[in-house]
C-alpha cells in the first residue's frame, strides 16, 4: 500500500487543522493505521491509532482530548482532526499502515509539516 499525506500547514495557537492520509494500491481495509510525529530535534513519536474498520482508536497522552483520529474505508483515507493546537504539536505528522497481524508499520507516507505558532 502507498501512503499520501496532506492538510498540514501553519496555524496560531488554539486554532485546529485536519490531516489526511490517502492510501492507494491494496485494500486499505486489511491495515490498521496510524499517525506519527518527529518534532524538531526529537524523536519519532506515536500519536494516535485505528483499526481496520475504524474502530477503537487509541491515543497517546499529549494529544488525548485534542485529537481525533477516524477513517472512511471506502474512501481509502484516514484523518487526524486536531483541535486546541499548542507550540508543542509543531512536528511532522506521519501517517503508517500495518498489515493485520504483521506486528509492525511496514508502510510509511512522506510526511506533512504542522507548525503552529505561539
Known amino acids: 500500500v502507498q501512503l499520501q499525506a496532506s492538510g498540514g500547514g501553519l496555524v496560531q495557537a488554539g486554532g485546529s487543522l485536519r490531516l489526511s492520509c490517502k492510501a492507494s494500491?491494496?485494500?486499505?481495509?486489511?491495515?490498521?493505521s496510524a499517525w506519527f510525529r518527529r518534532a524538531p530535534g526529537k524523536e519519532r513519536e506515536f500519536v494516535a491509532r485505528?483499526?481496520?474498520?475504524?474502530?477503537?482508536?487509541s491515543y497517546s497522552e499529549s494529544v488525548k482530548g485534542r485529537f481525533t483520529i477516524s477513517r472512511d474505508n471506502a474512501k481509502n483515507t484516514m484523518y487526524l482532526q486536531m483541535n486546541s493546537l499548542t507550540p508543542d504539536d509543531t512536528a511532522v505528522y506521519y501517517c503508517?499502515?500495518?498489515?493485520?497481524?504483521?506486528?509492525?508499520?511496514?508502510?510509511w507516507g512522506q510526511g506533512t509539516l504542522v507548525t503552529v505558532s505561539s
Open positions: 494500491g491494496h485494500a486499505f481495509r486489511s491495515y490498521t
Open positions: 503508517a499502515a500495518q498489515l493485520i497481524g504483521a506486528g509492525y508499520y511496514g508502510y
Open positions: 485505528v483499526n481496520s474498520g475504524g474502530f477503537a482508536p
